[in-house]
């Protein structure tokens, strides 16, 4: 499969900041409750494991999607 940046890179900063603001901006606020608000450790505990599954979660569904782009027409 070929990707966008395989010969030469094509991406812009600002595409960059597009494509990891919206993932790295929640994740750091997120991170920062989790650390600041007053919680037993068990909840504490919980929204991380939470937070972590949500991350797999996003990265799972983004290649799935992205394979089922790049399928060909009768493959899919």
Not at 4 to 33: H, K, L
């Amino acid at each position: 499969m070929i990707r966008g940046n395989q010969d030469q890179e094509i991406d812009t900063p600002a595409s960059r900041m597009v494509s990891w603001g919206p993932f790295v901006i929640p994740m750091r606020c997120t991170t920062y409750c989790i650390q600041t608000v007053e919680l037993e450790h068990w909840h504490r505990a919980q929204l991380i494991t939470s937070f972590l599954f949500v991350i797999s979660s996003a990265f799972v569904l983004a290649k799935t999607l992205r394979d089922h782009q790049e399928a060909p027409e009768g493959q899919k």
